[in-house]
């Protein structure tokens, strides 16, 4: 009688198992901030790799996000939502003690979303007054 053994886990998915649930809030709150004020962020990666003016750059972001701003915002609330869901359905798995609490998640990534936002809000608008 011989027993197979499962498939090794990849390096990858062991390190995503293996940090702690506060982390993940924090990662997922910083990126749904990222995806929310990216419509200005882009303008300046794009002076700082010298494809373009400042001037064009900051034209670019005012144009962007008085025109598209609730695209993006939208785009950030959408991305903290799914993650969320994607990670309460993997801890379903999990032991009733070992889930992590949703509401404190959800305040967790709130809060970093919104202080990520204002924080590239704030860099970004000084940068803009700066360039023009």
Known sequence: MSFVSAPERSHRERLRDERPPRQRSVSIGALAGLVGISCCVY???LVLLGLSTAVAAVDLGNRLFNEWGWA??????????????????????C???ARPNLWRRLAVVAAIGVATYSGLYWLTTWLGNTAS
């Open 72 to 93: 993006f915002k939208s785009a950030g609330v959408a991305f903290a939502a799914t993650a969320i869901v994607m990670h309460r359905r993997r801890a379903k798995a």
């Open 43 to 45: 303008p300046i990666v």
């Open 95 to 97: 032991a009733i003690d």
